[in-house]
């Protein structure tokens, strides 16, 4: 049996493989918006985003937009390189399982 692949604990959450495909896809993407796209709580959502922001996969900037706060979120190159990763392992993993 071949080696299996290791899966990023990191990303392999469901909700933070959500957030960094999302972000994978755009250049940025404020709270509100990721919140709408997943259906996730405020609280969930602010752990996961907090998660991958500790482990270098995005940034987070607070800006005020017409005198309202905002929380906008970015993927940075450690992100892309780390879900890249993550889809590749996937692949082989499923390789082996068909």
Request: proline share 4%.
């Amino acid at each position: 049996m071949p080696d299996l692949p290791e899966l990023n604990p990191v990303i392999h959450g469901k909700l933070r493989l959500a957030l960094l495909s999302l972000l994978a896809a755009v250049e940025e993407a404020d709270f509100t918006w990721l919140r709408s796209r997943t259906g996730s709580t405020d609280g969930n959502l602010g752990a996961q985003l907090l998660k991958l922001e500790e482990a270098g996969y995005v940034t987070m900037q607070k800006q005020f937009v017409q005198r309202k706060p905002q929380t906008v979120y970015r993927m940075t190159e450690s992100g892309r390189t780390a879900l890249a990763e993550y889809v590749q392992a996937l692949r082989q993993l499923l390789g082996t399982a068909l």
